[in-house]
């Protein structure tokens, strides 16, 4: 397999065929599920995941998962949690929640998802929109602020939300996630405005996954990040993926990567990369 990293600024303008859509700001969005669970949903770039046991009043030692991202001033975040006996209903579910985050929601309207109930909240600021649903198995929030309800991005994040299997989504896990700087008020300069710019020092290489080796599935992955001031990979975003989990294998081959920082001015500043994973098979 033939790894390529040229390092050259990335254009922004740039839309990921998986979630077919484009926000206000000309994000790229992408599809994202974790494994073992039914939701689907979309993000702006790689959110990060967590998780870990928990106990409340009416659940012991159940699994809650937690995954979050941060894009121009607005978060997103989606809570998938076990819904262990005694089973809580979604009004039971809701009222867990705000203990936890005391909101002050605004109930706007109940809605069905695939066949799954559930009951649309927004934020009394307007600045934002939840939406709960619950199952048998399963708990889910869904919230997005930081932004007005009908704004793109808003109405992206829910829009894309699904309980049905879809082909092209890419699988979150521990491993496969990206830290983010918030790109509403980092400097994150342009390679031409650096004094240096970044420096590689290590590009591990992805691997094949036996899937799409048994697929003869061929291409490039194709990645835009920042490569931070601290020396991490942050906001991973994917422009062009493959299927088999190897968009997921050129992830976590980027956040991998060790690297000298660009500097301006004597300090070392963040810089936008874009990286090229081609796989081939010989």
Known sequence: MKLKIPLFLCTLILIVPAAQSQTSANSPWALYKVKGERLMIAFPAVPTMRTFKETTQSQKNRRRRFLRCSMSGVIYSVQLIENIKPRLTLEKFFQEQSTLSPDNLTFERDVTLDGIAGKAFVYPDGKGAVQFFATDERLYEVRAYGAPVDDPRVKSFFHYLSFKKQEGAIEVSEKVQADSIDTSTATIIKGKDADTKARLISKPEPTYTGKAKSEQITGTVILKCVFASDGTVTNIRVIQGLPGGLTEKAIEAARQIKFIPAT??????????????????Y
Do not use: A
């Not at 500043?269 to 090229?276: F, G, I, K, R, Y």
């Open 264 to 281: 301006k001015d004597g300090k070392n500043v963040s810089m936008w990369m874009q990286l090229e994973y081609n796989f081939n098979l």
